[in-house]
T-cell receptor
Framework: DAGVIQSPRHEVTEMGQEVTLRCKPI?????LFWYRQTMMRGLELLIY????????DSGMPEDRFSAKMPNASFSTLKIQPSEPRDSAVYFC?????????FGQGTRLTVV | SQELEQSPQSLIVQEGKNLTINCTSS?????LYWYKQKYGEGLIFLMM?????EEKSHEKITAKLDEKKQQSSLHITASQPSHAGIYLC????????????FGKGTTLSVSS
């Protein structure tokens, strides 16, 4: 298996633009997580899905953030409109009742 | 509030020296996970501890979970430059399959 695949690896966008981050979990994993990492706040859980259903989205910072998982092999995290304070590395991870496997992350810069 | 506290925040050791990183929870843990991260990259799973008093080792890295399942330590013996990176502890507070909450990490530098 290729592991958790995230795209793009790097994204630079202007403030106010819509940003969509994509994630392909490991086949057979039933849980998917989105995290955000910054120097100040560390690794924060944004939302997680179990069997494609959002279970806990209490970590989503604002209504500007939304996440979907239309099927077991794909998830998106959307920010609309983006702001400079959204600049961070966003990680997707998947698991199947054991440890979580992480993607390489998407480094988002909002200017 | 931060549910997992890691200490120290950063650590510089000389190659060959031993070191310990601690992770403390304010609540009883269902499971405790240790990950390593290199700057700009994803997290690599190291070990998982679930039972009170459990200890696991992999190569020169040993992790322990205390009896009360609220504190874990990661010990590296005879550190090498390849051990440098960010070590993060993650915790599950209920059943398996739920999301991990992470500490802020410990940045380890190993000088040769």
């Amino acid at each position: 298996d290729a592991g958790v695949i995230q795209s793009p690896r790097h994204e630079v966008t202007e403030m106010g633009q819509e940003v969509t981050l994509r994630c392909k979990p490991i086949s057979g994993h039933n849980s998917l997580f989105w995290y955000r990492q910054t120097m100040m706040r560390g690794l924060e859980l944004l939302i997680y899905f179990n069997n494609n259903v959002p279970i806990d989205d209490s970590g989503m910072p604002e209504d500007r953030f939304s996440a979907k998982m239309p099927n077991a092999s794909f998830s998106t995290l959307k920010i609309q409109p983006s702001e400079p304070r959204d600049s961070a590395v966003y990680f997707c991870a998947s698991s199947s009742y054991t440890e979580a496997f992480f993607g390489q992350g998407t480094r988002l810069t909002v200017v | 509030s931060q549910e997992l506290e890691q200490s120290p925040q950063s650590l510089i050791v000389q190659e060959g020296k031993n070191l310990t990183i601690n992770c403390t929870s304010s609540k009883t843990l269902y499971g405790l996970y240790w990950y390593k991260q290199k700057y700009g990259e994803g997290l690599i799973f190291l070990m998982m501890l679930q039972k009170g008093g459990e200890e696991k080792s992999h190569e020169k890295i040993t992790a322990k979970l205390d009896e009360k399942k609220q504190q874990s330590s990661l010990h590296i013996t005879a550190s090498q430059p390849s051990h440098a990176g960010i070590y993060l502890c993650g915790a599950a507070f209920n059943q398996a399959g739920t999301a991990l909450i992470f500490g802020k990490g410990t940045t380890l530098s190993v000088s040769s």
